[in-house]
Structure formats: C-alpha cells, structure tokens
C-alpha cells in the first residue's frame, strides 16, 4: 500500500471519528485487474471500518468522483415548502480533473462548497486498460499491480508475465493533461504527480486540418458505432439535468433509436452543452461500450471555448462562466448576419 | 399471424365531456371491421391500447360493456401527447385500437355474489362497464346484491352523469355518490353525500358474507379503503384491484410495467389483495 | 451431414454460399461501421464471405441485436391510418455466436415467442434462421456459462457447432437445419478423423476445468434468497455507485426491454431498446415514479434476470456472458451482488 493511500484511510477514519463528515468518496480497489472504483461510504454503514481500510490511490482510479455530488446533494422535491434535509457533509478524493469537476458542480449550484472537505490527490496519470490488453495482443489481463520505478506488472491469462511503463499505457487525457495538480482543497496530500503537458491541441488541430469530406466521414463512422445507451451522459459530472433534452416528448427534438441522425444530434448537443463545462476527464469516453471516439469531437469544443473567450472550467468558483453571461457590449453580429 | 403491435382501425363517433373542467372526455370507438369487432370479445376490467398516428399509444379501460354492441367507449384524462391529440379531435377522426388486454375482473369467482363497488374518480370507467353488464338483462340475476360507492373531488368531477342518475333510480342496485366537497356552480343543491370515499363506506358498512369487493381508484383512497374492508370483515382473496403502471406493449414483452413477476398489462391490471400482498410493494 | 472439417481459409466460401442460397449472412467482423464496431469484432452482414474474424472472446453487443435491432419500423403510419411496417423477408445465417449467446436467444424465444402473444418482427427472424456457433476454446475471467447452466459447447440456440481447432474448423450439426446446410454444402468439407474428434474433446474438457476455477459458488435457491431479499438493506449499499447509465442492460443477451414511439416526420411507429435503469422508464403520466430510486432500479434488474424470469418461463435470464461486468464504468459486479445477497 502506498502512502498516499494510507494517508487517505488515516484522514477518513479521522474525519469519521469526530463526526465531521457523514460521507465520505473514494475509491477501492475493483474486482477486475486495472481497475478501482468508486467507494461511497455512509457513516451509519455497519462495514464502515473495512471500507475506510480498503481504501485505495493507484493508477487505476480513472473514475471522476464529482459525477456522483448532483444526486448526493439534490433537493428532495417531496419534501418542496417543508424543511430539507440536512445536506450531507461530504469528504472526497479529489484529482486535478475531478477538483475541476467539483467547482464547475458548486459554481453551477449542485453541491455547496461549505459541505464538501476536498482532499488533493497527487495525479501521475491513470492506466488505460485498452492500452495494456493491446499490449497483449488479445490475450486478457488476469491481473495486474503497481511496481517500483513506473512499472506495472501484468500477468496474462496464457501465464505470461510483462513488465510494462506506465507512461506507455496512460490514458490519453492523462498524458494530455495540463492540470494535474488539484489546487484550492481542503487537505493536499503531497506526491510524485505528472508535470502539466503542453501542446495539448495538436491532435485538434490535425484533425481540423483535414478535408471536410474527411471530417465528416469520421464523424459518421464514429457516431454509427453508437447504440444511445446513454453511459457517456451518466458518466458525466456535469450532465445532471433531470430531464434530458434527448427524452424531451414536448418538443420532441430527437427520436430514441440509432438512426444516424438522431444519434448525430444527441452527441452534437451534449458536446455543445458540455461548452465551458467540460473538463476533459474521459469519464464520457471510460463509459461507453462501444468505444466511440468521444474525444476528438469534445476536446474541439474545449479548444475552441479556450481560443474564443480565454477560459477553461474549473479553476475559480467566482468566474462567471463566459456561455452564461451577458455583457452589455456583447456583439449581436452573430443575430443579424448568422 | 396476427400481429399484436398493429391497432384495429377504428373511428372516433362520439365525444362527451364528461366534467367541467373539460379534461376529462368520453369517446365512443367504432372497429371499421367486422373481422376485428368479431374478434373483439371482452369482459369487464380489461383494457385496450388506444393509437393515435403519430404520436403514440395510451392505455384505457374500456368502460363500455360487451353488452352495448357497436361501439367501445374510453374516457380519458388530457394528460400528455397522445390524450392532448384526442382531446383536440372531432369526430369522424381515424385512430387505433389494439386489445383486448389484461385480465378481467373475476367474474366467475363473482357469480352469485353480493358485489360492493368502491370507486373515486378517474379510475370509475371500468366499473362502468361492469355496473352495465351486471345489470344488462339476464345476467342481473347472476348477482346478490350490488352495492356500489363512487366518489369524487366534486359533483363536477363525477363520470357519466346521466348513467348515474339513471342509477340512482334503479332499484336493481344500491348507489351512494360522495364528494370530497361541494363545488361551486355545476349544478345546485348537492344531495349526495359530502366526505371521502373511505368514510363514507366505514359508515355503509356493507355485509362482508358471501360478498366480494371490486375497488378502483387512486392510490391515496384504495390505501384507506382496504382497512375498512378488512375490518368489515371482508377477507383479502376477496378485495379485488384494478392497478395501474406505465405502459407501453400492454403484451407483456417491454418489461416496463412489472410488479416483481407479474405484469400489470398481462396478469392484471386486475388483482387480488391477497395476491398483491405477495408482491414486492412497488407500484 | 452430422458433422464434417472446414479449412478455415474456405470458411468464406461456406458463408457466400450460403448468401448465394438466398441467406443474409452476419458474422464478426473487424472495423465494421455499425453500432459496436469500436470494441473489436462486431457482428455485421457479410458480404461473400469476406472479413469473418475468428480471434475473439465475444463481441461487446451479442447476437441479439440481429434478431431484436436497436431501432425498427412496427407500423408506418398514412395520415391518420396506421399500417404494419414491413416485415423482414429473407432468412438470416449467423455465424460465430459464442454457445452463451445462442442460448440467449432461446430465452428470447420465450418472450417474443410466447403463445399468448406473438412478435412477428422478431420471429420472422428468428424461424427462418440458421445459426452456427462458435465453440470457446478460451473462456475469459468474467465468464460464467457453467455457474448459470450453459456450457462452453453447448448448442442450445444453434444449429450447428463450430470448433476452432487451428487450421480446420470443426462443424457438427444440432439440429435438422443444420444438418441440411452441412449436406448442402458437403464438398467444401473433409470427414472428421478420431485425431480430430480427440481434440474437439480436449478444447471442451479445458474449457469446462477454465470455467470450473471460477465457478460462482452459493447459487442453490437463489430465487428463493433473492425473493427473501427484496427489503434487505444491502441493496442500498450494493448499488450506491450506479450511474444507471443503461450499459449492462443494452450489452446483455438476454435483456429485451423495450420502448415505443412515433415519428411523426417519418411516418413510422418504432421500437427501440430501452432500459429498467433510466429513471423515466416507470415514469407514470401523473408523475409518480415506482422505482424512483436507482437502487430500486438495480434491484429491479437483478430480481428480474435471477427470480421474476424464472418463475414465468423457467430459466434463469443469465447465461454468464460477463458483459455487464466488463462493460460497467463503476466496475458494480454481478458476481459479488449475488453472493451478498445469497448468503443470508
């Protein structure tokens, strides 16, 4: 076990202690090799001492926690008029993309800063599990752990053991990363973290420069491969509307099934709502089973918001996000000669 | 092989409004066919999947009975898409019909019972059917007595006006209409009874010997009512349900409508209480 | 013919035959451009036999979506009359459904099949099917067909039975279908030797002993622990991190939920697949929601696969594919829900 983990199980076990949280989110290790998971732990739970000691920092927790902040701190609607329930006093994992994550919740008004007890994570990347099974040519990973120096120990299934590097198989948000320290927490728990990566739209870019025919046509390979599950909008921490526009029966602006269309217009509008939100964490791109190509298309939106009006999400709870303010000067061009 | 998605064509006849808020009609369906009116057999308690092109289905109790030939009749509450669309229609309008679907009630365990009819509301349209089968010719001497309460928000609220005048009048039947409240306008002079459902049948107190009790209404009254009932001695295998749930197949295929491993749309929408105390409680 | 060797290399030949006997023919595929495509080998119509992958565990979306598509037309609608959507003519050959998703779709059959109401979409289909499965020689960590009464070589769903055994697959028919396209199709295969049938024993056994080292212990009367279950507080803490993203729901075989709606523009009334996850699914008109809770929702799932299906046709609604814990982006496992619960 790492100090870093330790070090979250003492503080959770502490918290816990004196009553200062009700609840606390982190992750533990999965029952599949690669992989942690989220680890919400309730104060009342009667395992509440096995949980906090099973808590776990490693390469494998990808998970952006603040997805589950909306549901943990939603207004009871029964309950309209009369007195809420006391919110719960939340103590939580944060890494540099969850951190951004968790202010764009509190400044859009989903979770109250004051509930929440932030403790920073140091972030050196996290393992891309398609990355590893690539590795092995097919073969499955039966289980797999963290060694000395970066490496990552990996036993597959036909018995064969493969030393690799975790910078080799990161995931392509964590080598893309330019924030990968988590500032303005509660607790910063202190560790090797990656340095910021510069450069990070070239893949954007490249992309833009191809034809147009080109574009679409990747667009329209990717998007087939969608089934509208819906995983990337639940994965989403800033996709909390109760009622999505995709279900919306009154105007109905898209049909449920798989027709190209449909799917076409469910991406292009989540991707434009997700405009000044986004944090490029992948929990869109993790989720879906079919491993459609969310990022290429997202990270646009995020290059351009950045070009176009100097702003990235997450940084400042005071900042108004710039797609949902108005200034007097604001031009109208875009009204009158669309 | 026939296809269960595909609605019988059917036109719209007649509309009635049936209160004054004017969100509540009646519409008289006729089958265009003869091989679907032939095919259509139902009994009182079952419902159909009523198709508007376009914008979708909605299910309805059928609140004709089988011994009013011709012609199927559904009320339905303006509520969403679909009821929006046949609210705004006129006669003469083209829609769907597909069913029957569901179970009935149970009318061979209600053969030589006395029958006590509970119901508020909106939910009263199935029970129309039955009052007016149990009491179409012949098949009134099928049934002891038939005792029924039927309340509403106000008399405003209240469905089929003019059966239940004519019902009143009956001697055939006991009928007592309540209201929550006495509403302003629509007509005066209330002289039913004032007071809710529950209430006002704890003050009935209707035999439970060799009786069997069909209750139909919103959740809040049936969760009131059954107390009394069961107080009254009324035993569960007795009390008889007709429930609700979102719907969309009404076939039993789209999974949607279940309670723990019955579906509402094929073993129900009418239950036992005793059955559905053996149902997980989530409905 | 009961049974007979195929070289893997004429294995397109067998496929464009059988497209040239008037069968649409769907196999894995690699880089198709259909739903599921980005995951590795995906099921998609097969033109002349070209581009069948054989090196796969199972593809991310199972066979069902053949027989059961994500989106189709039931009726099309003319102005205010409503008319059945056409319905699928010509037969289908299906190739390379691993042994758990042929049995899957036996237990669609059963929904889709029953007596009281038939679906013709999905059952003209189906009847006019002919599906080859592809036995596993490899079964993953997350595979469970044995703890759930399948088998790695089992040829319930399938007409015939597939064996990779290297250079040569091994057909063996299971049904009268089968055997027919197996004598059809004669020339294109040699007879199988002992040494051959020896080593089509040799993939099942060492598949069945893979399987064994996992085998989900403490299913006896799951039913009837999970029907004693259903207020048991453990399901608040079973299902705390589930996203109800719907994922589990749409890659199991056997999940058959669906919805229906019209499109007005196109003319045509639609199902298309939904799930007992989304929040809206039990959603009444009057805004009550029975299942309000994702909680609810899970449990709604796993009492569904593992208790209501048995009581109302007979079989457990789980072939042990492993999808839904693969697929799960907050890694929630089956394997462990059900042990949790039937352990009391």
Known sequence: MNDVSRRIREKARELFATGRIDAFLGYEPGSLPLRAR?????????????????????????????????????????????????????????????????????????????????????????????????????????????????????????????????????????????????????????GPSRKPAEGVYERIRAFEARTAEERWEAFRREIGKCIRCGACRQACPTCYCKECFAEQTDPRWIGAGTELSDAMIFHLVRIFHQAGRCVECDACLRACPMGVDLRTFRGKIVKEVEELFHYLPGFSLEEAPPLSTFKEGDGEGFITEP | MDNPYLPYPALIQEITVENEARDLKSFKLVLEREEHRARFHYLPGQFAEVSVSGKGEAPFGIASSPTEEGYLLFTVKRAGTVTRELHDSEPGRWVGVRGPLGNAFPWERMEGRNIVIVSGGFAFTTLRS?????????????????????????????????????????????????????????GSGWTGRVGLVPNVLKDLAPAAENSLALVCGPPVMIRFTIPVLAELGFPQEEIYLSLENRMKCGIGKCGRCNIGPKYVCLDGPVFSYAELRRLPAEY | MERGLLKKEDLGRLLAAAQEGGRKVFAPVEGGTGPASGTGPAFAEVQAGRGVVLEYGNPALSAKGIFFPQREALCRFHGERTAEASLPQTPLLVFGARPCDARALTFLDKVFGDRLFRDPYYLARREKALVIGLACGHP???????????????????????????????????????????????????????????????????????????????????????????????????????????????????????????????????????????????????????RVNKKQRMRQRIMHKFSYTVERSGEVFCVGCGRCIRACPVNLDMREILAALARK
Not at chain 1, 77 to 94: D, E, H, S, Y
Not at chain 3, 166 to 173: C, I, R, V
Not at chain 3, 245 to 267: K, N, S, V
């Open chain 1, 38 to 190: 989220p680890c919400l732990i309730q104060a009342g739970d009667e395992d509440r001492e096995r949980r906090v000691g099973g808590l776990v920092w490693d390469s494998f927790c990808a998970n952006n926690l603040a997805v589950f902040l909306p549901k943990l701190f939603e207004q009871d609607p029964g309950a309209r008029g009369k007195a809420q329930a006391p919110k719960p006093r939340l103590g939580m994992v944060v890494k540099g993309c969850d951190l951004r994550s968790v202010t764009a919740l509190v400044r859009e008004k989903q979770a109250p800063r004051g509930n929440l007890l932030l403790i920073g994570v140091p972030c050196a990347g996290m393992v891309d599990t398609g990355a590893v099974e690539e590795r092995l040519a097919g073969d499955e990973v039966l289980s797999a752990s963290e060694g000395e120096g970066g490496k990552l120990l990996v036993r597959a299934r036909d018995g064969r053991e493969l030393t690799l590097f975790r910078e080799e198989v990161l995931q392509a948000c964590c080598r893309e990363c330019r924030f990968p320290g988590p500032e303005a927490v509660d607790l910063l728990i202190e």
């Open chain 2, 130 to 186: 039955a009052l007016t089968y149990m009491l179409s010719g012949e098949n009134r001497t099928r049934f002891g007595a038939i005792t029924v309460l039927y309340g509403a928000r106000d008399q405003g609220e209240l469905l089929y006006k003019q059966a239940l005048k004519a019902w009143q009048a009956d001697s055939r039947l006991s009928l007592t209409l309540t209201v929550d409240r006495v509403g302003e306008g629509g």
């Open chain 3, 140 to 290: 993953g960590e997350t595979c469970l067909c044995t703890s759930f009464g399948g088998s790695p070589a089992g040829r319930q769903g399938s007409d015939i039975l597939a064996f990779d055994l290297g250079e040569e697959l091994l057909f063996e028919a299971a049904t009268d279908k089968g055997r027919e396209l197996l004598g059809e199709q004669a020339s294109l295969f040699r007879e199988a030797g002992e040494a051959e049938l020896e080593a089509r024993r040799g993939i099942e056994e060492k598949a069945e002993s893979a399987l064994g080292e996992h085998l989900l212990r403490g299913l006896e009367e799951l039913k009837e622990k999970l029907d004693r279950s259903f207020e048991d507080p453990q399901w608040e803490r079973l299902t705390r991190t589930c996203l109800g993203c719907g994922a589990c729901t749409y890659l199991c075989p056997t999940c058959h939920c669906f919805d229906i709606t019209d499109e007005e523009r196109e003319g045509l009334r639609l199902r298309s697949w939904d799930s007992c996850q989304y929040p809206l699914f039990t959603l009444h008109a009057s805004g009550h929601n029975p």
